[in-house]
């Protein structure tokens, strides 16, 4: 039992390209998240979802596209990919009330 | 806008030793506290929290410490062992609300044998 997935694990794409990543998680836990790490910036929350269909937007949302149709699924798409845009994609779960929260091993995005 | 700080980017021990992590935030709407342990290559790990109704948590050999009034935290970890370096992020979060979590940049532990 995985827990949390994050598909792919590394991905090179051109400027202008879009790009899907993918989490999975088996817990049934109710919200979703995407963060992304960069030197300097610690993490920041692109996009987060409290339950399926719901959705909302984080810190740094522009040039990204999240879903949940699924409760146990939570793609981030970059519609059309930058430079800037390379980063490292962490996706992670959390439980109802103030708990912690739960990361997958991350998606290294390089955009060339 | 960083609302949670971490000023140390690195920090090295010696093994047995104490480790002191340090965090500062800005916002006073935040609530609850938790520090992630991150290794390479891997997403971060929940380590330890802390909700602001107190001022000490351990668990072990972590113990994080909330100043609410100088909006300060910190993460104690003794004695130091070599598997605990990794980088040690710190995260703030209203307990109302979605609850988003704001960290910081991270502090790299090295622990020398």
């Known amino acids: 039992d995985a827990g949390i997935t994050q598909s792919p694990r590394y991905k090179i794409t051109e400027t202008g390209r879009q790009v899907t990543l993918m989490c999975h998680q088996t817990?049934?836990?109710?919200?979703m998240f995407w963060y992304r790490q960069d030197l300097g910036h610690g993490l920041r929350l692109i996009y987060y979802?409290?339950?399926?269909?719901?959705?909302d937007k984080g810190e740094v949302p522009d040039g990204y596209v999240v879903s949940r149709s699924k409760t146990e699924n939570f793609p981030l798409t970059l519609e059309s990919a930058t430079r800037s845009q390379t980063s490292v994609y962490f996706c992670?779960?959390?439980?109802?009330?103030?708990?912690?929260?739960?990361f997958g091993p991350g998606t290294r995005l390089t955009v060339t | 806008d960083q609302q949670v700080k971490q000023n140390s980017p690195s920090l090295s021990v010696q093994e047995g030793r104490i480790s002191i992590l340090n965090c500062d935030y800005t916002?006073?709407?935040?609530?609850?506290f938790l520090w992630y342990k991150k290794y390479p290559a891997e997403g971060p790990t929940f380590l330890i929290s802390?909700?602001?109704?107190?001022d000490k948590n351990e668990d072990g050999r972590f113990t994080v410490f909330l100043n609410k009034s100088a909006k300060h935290l910190s993460l104690h970890i003794v004695p130091s062992q070599p598997g605990d370096s990794a980088v040690y992020f710190c995260?703030?979060?209203?307990?109302?609300?979605?609850?988003?979590?704001?960290f910081g940049t991270g502090t790299r532990l090295t622990v020398i044998p």
């Open positions: 916002n006073s709407m935040f609530d609850y």
């Open positions: 802390i909700s602001s109704i107190k």
């Open positions: 995260a703030a979060s209203p307990q109302t609300g979605a609850n988003n979590l704001f």
């Open positions: 817990w049934s836990h109710s919200y």
């Open positions: 992670a779960t959390q439980d109802r009330g103030p708990y912690e929260q739960y």
């Open positions: 979802s409290a339950a399926a269909d719901i959705t």
